[in-house]
């Protein structure tokens, strides 16, 4: 049954017909549990909340998989207005971006064009853009596409997935770059061709290419809600006395609230991804996929 669900969010998601008819009908169904809303004020708001509560933030402008150009400028727009509101409103927050919102299926030139956009406003305020990681299909153009902007750019990152079989020698090869890596479990349906299926074999990764990623002495975002692999982490942290601004912790807005508190009262870095904008319906499916139990939640907001 589990299994149906997950199958049946990740189908949704990525349903362009019923993604623009979740557009129409605004943020519904609970998904403002996950997302922020769907302006941009709206989205300075729950940043500064965070931010009070000792938090950071990471804001993603919500969008995938845009068919023509200038869906794809217009989605950079929107990227550099975000960083703009950012440092308009002085709260503490980066961006976070899918490159495939800004055209990479058109064009791998025009999404380069867009993103040093991005990037020249992000450096002339100081601040630092994440390039989430997306399906298998697009990992290695992310990859090339980083390494080509980082010869440019010193504040620009991206993600790495443990349960793809490749990410430990990813991180590896990265490392003469120096980069910035946020760790992740990963999201999408892949095969097992190129992907872990078993979830013990995904955590097991995961915990290696954060430590490996750690002693390497990259800036390490540990992006993960999973209590059991935060108390590893930090444990093998201690042990090494990596110093604090080494790493941060990262959760979703919205899930293991308690744990971003707790690690808050810890001490540690914690930075929350704050997801906002009117195309809210693929992110809401994936977190749906992520765990059905939230199916409850959704079906009680159906009444609401
Ligand atoms: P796991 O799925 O094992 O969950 C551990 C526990 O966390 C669960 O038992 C539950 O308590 C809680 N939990 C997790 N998901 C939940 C949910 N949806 N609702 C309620 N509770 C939940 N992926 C990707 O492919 N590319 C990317 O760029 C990113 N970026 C990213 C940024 C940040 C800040 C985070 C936290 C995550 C991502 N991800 C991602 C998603 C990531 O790959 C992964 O799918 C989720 O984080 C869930 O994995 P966990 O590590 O939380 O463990």
Redo the contacts with the bound molecule.
């Keep these: 049954m589990e299994t149906i669900l997950r199958n049946t969010f990740q189908f949704l998601g990525k349903n362009r017909t019923v993604q623009r008819m979740a557009r129409r009908y605004g943020l519904k169904f609970g998904a403002s549990r996950f997302v922020a809303g769907e302006t941009i004020e709206q989205a300075i708001r729950t940043v500064r909340k965070l931010n009070e509560e000792g938090m950071m933030a990471?804001l993603d402008h919500l969008g995938e998989f845009v068919g023509t150009e200038e869906e794809a400028v217009e989605s950079a727009a929107m990227c550099v207005r975000t960083l703009e509101a950012i440092a308009s409103s002085g709260v503490n927050s980066n961006l976070?971006l899918k490159m495939t919102s800004l055209g990479l299926d058109i064009s791998k030139e025009l999404c380069l064009r867009n993103m040093r956009n991005i990037l020249d406003t992000a450096r002339r305020y100081g601040n630092f853009v994440r390039i989430?990681?997306?399906d298998f299909a697009h990992c290695q153009v992310t990859l090339d596409i980083l390494q080509q902007l980082r010869a440019e750019y010193d504040n620009v990152g991206t993600?790495i997935?443990a349960y793809l079989y490749r990410s430990e020698q990813d991180i590896h090869d990265l490392n003469r770059l120096k980069p910035n890596l946020?760790l992740?479990?990963?999201?999408?349906k892949e095969s097992p061709q190129i992907a872990f299926p078993e979830?013990s074999k995904v955590?097991e990764n995961?915990k290696k290419i954060i430590k490996l990623n750690l002693t390497y002495g990259n800036y390490t975002a540990i992006?993960?809600?999973?209590?059991a692999?935060i108390a590893d982490i930090k444990a093998f942290i201690q042990e090494r006395g990596l110093p604090r601004d080494a790493y941060e912790f990262?959760?979703?807005f919205g899930?293991?609230e308690d744990l971003q508190r707790q690690l808050v009262n810890e001490g540690y870095r914690v930075?929350i991804?704050v997801p906002y904008g009117v195309d809210w319906f693929g992110y809401f499916m994936r977190?749906?996929a992520?765990?059905p139990a939230?199916v409850w939640f959704v079906l009680k907001n159906l009444f609401k």
Excluded: C, P, W
């Excluded at 992006?223 to 209590?227: I, M, P, Q, R, Y």
């Design positions: 990471t976070s989430d990681m997306e993600v997935q946020r992740v479990k990963g999201a999408y979830k955590d995961f992006a993960s809600h999973d209590a692999i990262q959760m979703l899930i293991s930075r991804y977190r749906l992520e765990r939230n």
